[in-house]
């Protein structure tokens, strides 16, 4: 029987290609999707019966608890967890209002906490397990005018190497992997002289694509990553090192 793994927000973008590398590398991936039911139909409709979509929004932890009681019981026992699902917003600090601020620490740090409990049931029980967390360069470094932003990503490496201290005992390895910038819809309303700065600023020169994070991704869900925990991985081409 396949493992598992666990997708949030796999219906495009970066989560889409963590989604085919792991149906890639043998495994059958649940994803969640909030917004975009067609992509993630297309996206089963590409990878057949290794791949199962469901509609969620992480920022509702009952929710979010039965659909992984769902895939537990359906689709098969999830082995890796994938928090990827999460949105980004540019503003002055001063620009943020109440809301704002709850919407982004809800989506991109409260729904990895949501999801990763709710795995947890199970992971520990069977004492086997991975979570993999999609922070960003500006979790580590900070990013102007991404304040809210920049403070969940960094939340949730300071959730990754907390959690893994907790659950090793169990057999659970948790880490993050730290996009830098990235080719998605994300960048996609960046000019062509700002995205032609930002190649300046990275030693390799280039823009990131989906894959060089998803390759990272394979690499903590696989059994050559089972000493490693509690690390976060930059994926950045080298930019502020």
């Not at 409990?117 to 199970?122: E, S």
């Not at 969940?152 to 490496?157: D, E, F, N, R, W």
């Not at 394979?218 to 930019?239: H, W, Y």
Request: include cysteine; aromatic fraction near 6%.
């Amino acid at each position: 029987m396949k493992n598992v793994a666990l997708v949030t927000g796999g219906a495009k973008g970066i989560g889409s290609a963590i989604v085919k590398r792991l149906i890639n590398d043998g495994y059958k991936v649940a994803f969640t999707y909030n917004n975009s039911e067609e992509k993630a139909q297309e996206l089963c409709a590409e990878m057949g019966v290794e791949c199962k979509a469901y509609k969620l929004d992480i920022t509702d932890s009952g929710a979010v608890k039965n659909v992984i009681s769902d895939i537990e019981n359906t689709f098969g026992e999830i082995a890796v967890l994938v928090n990827n699902a999460g949105i980004a917003e540019q503003a002055l600090f001063t620009d943020i209002t109440d809301e704002m601020w709850h919407r982004m620490i809800e989506a991109n740090l409260s729904g990895a906490f949501y999801c990763s409990r709710a795995v947890l049931k199970y992971m520990i029980n069977r004492k086997s397990g991975k979570i993999i967390n999609i922070s960003s360069i500006w979790g580590e470094t900070g990013g102007s005018c991404e304040v809210h932003y920049s403070a969940s990503k960094s939340g949730l490496i300071g959730m990754t190497k907390a959690l893994a201290k907790e659950v090793g005992l169990s057999g659970i390895t948790v880490n993050s992997v730290s996009p830098g910038v990235i080719l998605t819809d994300m960048t996609s309303h960046f000019d062509e002289k700002t995205m032609n700065a930002l190649k300046e600023e990275t030693p390799l020169y280039r823009i990131g694509t989906p894959e060089d994070v998803a390759g990272a991704v394979s690499f903590l869900a696989s059994k050559d990553a089972d000493f490693i925990t509690g690390q976060n991985i930059s994926v950045n081409g080298g930019m502020n090192i």
